[in-house]
T-cell receptor
Framework: GAGVSQSPSNKVTEKGKDVELRCDPISGHTALYWYRQSLGQGLEFLIYFQGNSAPDKSGLPSDRFSAERTGGSVSTLTIQRTQQEDSAVYLC?????????????FGSGTQLSVL | RKEVEQDPGPFNVPEGATVAFNCTYSNSASQSFFWYRQDCRKEPKLLMSVYSSGNEDGRFTAQLNRASQYISLLIRDSKLSDSATYLCVVKGFQKLVFGTGTRLLVSP
């Protein structure tokens, strides 16, 4: 499809397990963002990629969280030793620049539930 | 202080009403500004960019006040379908920062 694709759409895991979330951005979009959103809360910035490099990782909550992007395209967000407080919707967005600024297009998210 | 702050609401208005939301930002070097809309359990979608001169898109008008570091969104002639959470978004040097959103409920 033409939009941002995230997989899986839902993930249920046990506390202490590792999870990997995938994001396929829109083709040609050089910038890619990861956010997370807890129920009823705003979007929390996690990490930003420009191409394959991550100039801003300031939002990653702990060293259990890591992300990479390869080929300027697909990105994976890995959470090691998951905790219950990691439960949230993880949203990926890619963007392109037009007159007036940067426009983000979001995937439909991965709902992560840590039991 | 949060980078981007919004009144969470909810704003309850009748159909046809005019409603306005404000959003303040702390980084005076912020470069770009946007309003996004998020429906319940859905991903955010771009509503409109905010330009220094102000801009209008149908019933929606966005304004930017750099001196006071706030942006606003005005919705005229509210429709039931306008019920959603409106997210203020500010871009600094690198990342796009979202406010927590203002919830709007339009009733018949």
């Amino acid at each position: 499809g033409a939009g941002v694709s995230q997989s899986p759409s839902n993930k249920v895991t046990e506390k202490g397990k590792d999870v990997e979330l995938r994001c396929d951005p829109i083709s040609g979009h050089t910038a890619l963002y990861w956010y997370r959103q807890s129920l009823g809360q705003g979007l929390e910035f996690l990490i930003y990629f420009q191409g394959n490099s991550a100039p801003d990782k300031s939002g990653l909550p702990s060293d259990r969280f890591s992300a990479e992007r390869t080929g300027g395209s697909v990105s994976t967000l890995t959470i090691q030793r998951t905790q219950q407080e990691d439960s949230a919707v993880y949203l990926c967005a890619s963007s392109f620049f037009v007159q007036g600024g940067e426009k983000l297009f979001f995937g439909s998210g991965t709902q992560l539930s840590v039991l | 202080r949060k980078e981007v702050e919004q009144d969470p609401g909810p704003f309850n208005v009748p159909e046809g009403a005019t409603v306005a939301f404000n959003c303040t930002y702390s980084n005076s070097a912020s470069q770009s500004f946007f309003w996004y809309r998020q429906d319940c359990r859905k991903e955010p979608k771009l509503l409109m960019s905010v330009y220094s001169s102000g801009n209008e898109d149908g019933r929606f008008t966005a304004q930017l006040n750099r001196a006071s570091q706030y942006i606003s969104l005005l919705i005229r002639d509210s429709k039931l379908s306008d019920s959603a959470t409106y997210l203020c978004v500010v871009k600094g040097f690198q990342k796009l920062v979202f406010g927590t959103g203002t919830r709007l409920l339009v009733s018949p």
